[in-house]
């Protein structure tokens, strides 16, 4: 395989928690990544899975150095970034850009449509005047969007028309790598369906390459060539979309799999739910040993002293990884009870 | 160039012709259909024009402001003349014109006032800016120097500075500037830190821009609202704040003619000639009522969310 378009290596993101007006002490971290490691490859998509809170996002501002990161490296197209000044970052910003989640809250209320996806033009003195407003309605009618809608404002546009403008900025200077960070979470079933069919014809015809993260995880299944799943702030299970879904072996990524809403009521009736216990831990006091041992059906006393790597496990295909002791097998039933060791009751 | 397989799914708006307004055409609409705001705005433009022309309408009137009419302006006792043909607003104790220097004395307010409100607008609003957008850090030292400011006995303060540097209309102010930009760094402060989360300024940040940019672009459009209708406001309390200095002498120096020093002038001898004191004091109240009514009616305008005390 040719060099990864994007490589994240032990990636930790930490955000203090202070008390204190004048002298603030530090009193906590907030681990909300803690040492993860992901490759994309050029044109390939990576779903980013996980429940609210375990880190997807941070990741993903981590990844496009929104955030300064506390440890690890981001190695962008062989070049490391993780410790560029924002002068020396700013020829890496053309080439990565974001999709945000709230389309309301992406667009600058109080500007126009065509200034608003013209900024990268003009933050890169790439186009002026007439040729930029050429440029941005070829944009616009490339996203789906009337090019006379130049002049409007964000709040004459719908959710989904808002997301549209929100993917013709990005797309502005052709980037090499879109991270697209719940694009579609805040939108209509109906719409979604319309952006994510959007999102991938632009991928063929620009050969853009998707990091997707979603806690929906049909939406995942739709537009993944591989899927990470997060949980508190690490990568629990790495693999291909189709073995993933079909042949899950952690298993946090088998009771999400298994909370999925199925469309067909017969088949969700006889399916079986692994219902978790406890909430999740929170990411200021993240349990030791394996993360989610305390809410593990499987796990063992080896799980709370001991971290389990993300590697891929006998019996799996090479790019397979799954950070476990005690993989799930094909066809094991995950015990619906309490946890085998821990904590909670209430 | 066109995507065929993309156009299928999109939701291009029916070519009904929407017009795309904008928040401020929006807010102008509203404006101008408030009658009180109507009325102020004619007020106040009466008023600049006045304060533009007082040489020819003075002229007209045939006294200047310092004139003394030895004649007709002063009684045989030595006391003002009451309201008549000759001085339609009566004269002061030294026989002046109370209409011609209450029209100098517009010029004056509005000069000072608008001035100072506007310097201190502009430093409130740098100060705040960078306050608000530079994290923690620049933001702590600003806000206890705004503070500070703040803190100040500023009447006092005032009164002591004057006397050091001397009274003149330039240092009036500054003064009134100074002890009014740190109300306006704090709005503007408190505003730019609630924007600065928004994610359309993360997605500038991600698009590579840079801070001053972010700032102008992204931030500033958004305090514009609230800027205005704190200047609106702040216009009748630096005209306020004029009159007070001038009334205490360390304002404009007589005799040019200021609002305040004529109520200060009228002291001694309202008790017989009450349209001394009465008529330079209804130009303060009514300057101040209309700059203070237009500025709700623009706060009104701005934000339709807001509810109205009295309806219109």
């Known amino acids: 395989m040719t060099e990864p378009l994007i490589r994240v290596e032990g990636l930790v993101k930490h955000f203090p928690v202070r008390r204190g007006i004048v002298f603030k002490r530090e009193i906590g971290r907030v681990y909300a990544v803690d040492g993860v490691d992901l490759e994309v490859s050029r044109g390939e998509t990576l779903g980013l899975v996980g429940e609210t809170g375990c880190g997807k996002s941070t990741l993903a501002r981590c990844m496009t150095r929104l955030y300064p990161l506390t440890g690890g490296r981001v190695i962008f197209d062989g070049t490391d970034i993780s410790d560029l000044s924002r002068a020396r970052l700013r020829p890496y910003r053309r080439e990565m850009q974001m999709i945000f989640q709230d389309p309301y809250g992406s667009l600058n209320p109080r500007r126009r449509v065509g200034s608003i996806i013209g900024d990268p033009f003009a933050i890169h003195n790439v186009a002026d005047g007439a040729e930029r407003k050429r440029r941005v309605q070829e944009l616009m009618e490339l996203v789906g969007l009337n090019p006379e809608h130049y002049n409007r404002f964000p709040a004459d546009f719908s959710g989904g028309q808002r997301q549209r403008i929100g993917v013709a900025r990005a797309l502005a200077l052709h980037p090499k790598l879109i991270v697209c960070d719940e694009p579609v979470s805040a939108l209509d079933v109906s719409i979604q369906a319309q952006i994510i069919n959007l999102l991938k014809s632009l991928q063929e015809e620009f050969s853009l390459t998707y990091v997707f993260i979603a806690h929906d995880l049909s939406v995942v299944e739709h537009v993944s060539d591989r899927v990470a799943v997060m949980y508190l702030g690490r990568v629990v299970e790495l693999a291909d979309r189709a073995r993933l879904y079909s042949a899950p072996r952690h298993p946090y990524t088998c009771a999400l799999l298994s909370a999925a809403a199925v469309a067909d009521p017969d088949r969700a009736a006889q399916r079986e739910r692994i219902i978790l216990v406890g909430d999740v831990p929170s990411p200021v006091a993240p349990p030791a040993g394996c993360r989610f041992h305390p809410r593990c059906p499987k796990a063992q006393p080896r799980c709370a002293s001991e971290e389990p790597a993300l590697i891929d496990r006998p019996g799996d295909p090479p790019d397979h990884f799954t950070a476990c002791h005690f993989p799930v097998e094909p066809g094991e039933r995950l015990a619906r009870e309490q946890p085998a060791i821990g904590q909670p009751e209430g | ?145 705004m503070d500070v400011v703040l803190s100040f006995p500023f009447l006092l303060f005032a009164i002591a500075l004057v006397s050091v540097i001397g009274p003149s209309e330039l240092v009036e102010i500054g003064v009134i500037a100074f002890f009014s930009w740190a109300a306006v760094g704090r709005v503007v402060r408190a505003q730019t830190l609630s924007i600065r989360e928004r994610e359309y300024i993360e997605a500038a940040r991600s698009l590579g821009a840079g801070d001053l940019r972010i700032m102008l672009i992204d931030v500033l459009p958004n305090l514009v609202a609230p800027v205005i209708v704190y200047t609106t406001l702040l216009i009748p309390v630096s005209i306020v704040f004029e009159a007070t200095l001038s009334y205490l002498g360390v304002g404009i120096i007589p005799p040019t003619p200021s609002w305040g020093n004529m109520i200060s002038d009228s002291q001694d001898f309202y008790q017989v000639a009450w349209w001394f004191l009465v008529f330079p004091g209804a130009a303060l109240i009514l300057t101040t009522l209309a700059f203070n009514l237009l500025g709700d009616s623009v706060r009104d305008a701005l934000d339709p969310r807001t509810e109205r005390l009295f309806a219109r």
């Open chain 2, 1 to 145: 160039m066109t995507a065929p397989s993309i156009l299928e799914t999109t939701e291009v708006a029916p070519t009904r012709t929407v017009v795309g307004r904008s928040p401020w055409e929006l807010a102008w609409m509203r404006l101008r259909r408030d009658r009180v705001a109507i009325v102020c705005a004619v007020f106040i433009a009466v008023l600049i024009l006045v304060a533009i022309l007082a040489g020819p309408i003075s002229h007209l009137i045939g006294y200047g402001p310092t004139e003394q009419d030895r004649v007709h302006g002063i009684t045989l006792d030595g006391l003002p003349v009451p309201p008549s043909g000759r001085h339609l607003l009566g004269t002061d104790n030294l026989g002046r014109d109370i209409l011609v220097r209450i029209i100098y004395g517009t010029r004056v307010s509005l000069v000072v006032g608008l001035a100072a409100a506007a310097a201190a607008v502009f430093i409130g609003v740098i100060v705040g800016l960078c306050a608000g957008y530079f994290g923690p850090v620049v933001d702590a030292g600003m806000s206890r120097l």
